[in-house]
């Protein structure tokens, strides 16, 4: 008996996960620097939206995107903060969430920042601070079996003088920050080059001598990693004014974004991460094929063609919607015109996603397929990245064309 095989094709792109290529053109520098290139995102629960749109667009957007890298990229790590964002996460998207402690347990996947969700550090009294911490520790704990170890706190407007003695008294080690260097006067006037900050990173003590290994210039969060990261005129800059010429870099999204877009030449961020959730979906029409015991192969649009049709039994095309609700025309639509007239009588399924109207596109492209003599067993449409239901209906889609 032949084995059943799936093909799943996504229009999808690969990309680098923060490794730094040289450029031939450039010449390393003489010295030795060193750059901790941190990922992280930092998420206001309310800013110039309300608590729906983060709990239903930005939490799932940097809960699925970085799921995505990490399942993709070995040396990706991530840092996330907020115990009141991790609880939205289960009760909102329990699915990816229960996949969070793999990554957890490996080390790739930092709960930073200790607290409930970032809070003023100026106003509110010693006790508040030091709650809000053990409320966040207290979750963290309790989900996931760890504790941070860090006070990360990019968005806030100045940090007190006591700030060390009551992270170490919570038993912190680290603090982060970019805040800083948005002020509009060098406090620092004479300083060489940290004219807003007292230091780019080292020891902060406070009143009573504890201390914290504190980090403040540390660039905008929602930066990208640059491809030339090994040899970057700003990271050297930033090295060579850092004791033993050493600074910290946040990159990542911001508010946004989930993860950065490095690696991605020659593509706008739309194309890049419509192509994410068009694999993150493939992903899951995989899973549900193999629930059904049969195999199914992962492969990028432009490695398929005619030629390797025979090798299969069954179809699942997958394609974001670009423009104006068309199919993805520069890698997918060359390829499935190709192979379209070949499909005659075949059982195919399909899928994709889209960021606005109504997801017209997917309705035109079973008709084509339809009229073109294919057999569609069914199609699964996501609204940006899948959550839940939509997770759910991929894999339902897998096995129903695995049947």
């Known amino acids: 008996m032949k084995l059943f095989r799936l093909f799943v094709v996504a229009c999808i792109l690969t990309f680098c996960a923060g490794r730094a290529a040289a450029q031939e053109q450039e010449t390393p520098a003489p010295k030795t620097y060193k750059i901790y290139a941190v990922c992280d995102a930092h998420l206001d629960t309310q800013w110039n939206w309300d608590l729906t749109h983060t709990i239903r667009e930005y939490i799932p957007r940097i809960l699925f995107q970085n799921l995505w890298m990490l399942e993709r990229y070995p040396d990706y790590k991530f840092n996330f903060e907020g115990g009141i964002i991790y609880r939205w996460m289960k009760e909102y998207y329990p699915l990816h969430y229960a996949r969070l402690q793999k990554y957890i347990d490996e080390g790739r996947w930092h709960i930073s920042g200790a607290s409930w969700n970032a809070n003023d550090p100026n106003m509110p009294s010693a006790e508040s601070f030091i709650r809000n911490i053990l409320q966040g520790q207290e979750l963290y704990k309790r989900e996931f079996g760890v504790r941070s170890t860090d006070i990360f706190l990019p968005d806030c407007f100045g940090f007190g003088y006591t700030l060390p003695s009551l992270a170490a008294h919570c038993g912190l080690i680290g603090f982060s920050t970019q805040k800083l260097s948005w002020r509009k006067h060098d406090f620092f006037p004479d300083a060489p080059y940290h004219k807003k900050n007292p230091f780019s990173w080292g020891v902060w003590y406070g009143i009573d001598g504890q201390s914290l290994m504190a980090a403040f210039d540390t660039g905008g969060y929602t930066a990208e990693l640059p491809a030339d990261a090994g040899y970057n005129k700003d ?10 010429n050493t600074a910290m870099r946040y990159y990542s999204g911001g508010h946004l974004h989930g993860t950065t877009n490095c690696g991605d030449k020659g593509n706008s961020g739309t194309v890049t991460t419509a192509r994410r959730m068009a694999e ?9 094929v193999r629930t059904k015991g049969s195999d199914a192969d992962l492969i990028n649009a432009t490695d398929f063609g005619p030629e390797r049709l025979d090798e299969y039994d069954a179809y699942a095309f ?13 890698e997918f639509l060359p390829m499935y015109d190709a192979v379209e007239p070949l499909l005659e009588g075949k059982r195919v399924a399909l899928f994709g996603s889209y960021d606005w109207n109504d997801g017209e596109w997917m309705e035109l492209w079973e008709q084509r397929a339809e009229d073109a003599g294919l057999v569609v067993v069914d199609s699964v449409i996501a609204k940006d990245y899948p959550d839940d239901d939509a997770s759910a209906d991929c894999m339902r889609l897998g096995s129903l064309i695995a049947q």
């Open 280 to 288: 993150a979906m493939a992903d899951l029409v995989a899973q549900g």
């Open 235 to 244: 990271f050297i800059r930033r090295a060579s004014n850092g004791f033993d």
């Open 318 to 330: 997958g394609c974001p919607a670009m423009g104006d609700e068309e199919l993805e025309d520069t």
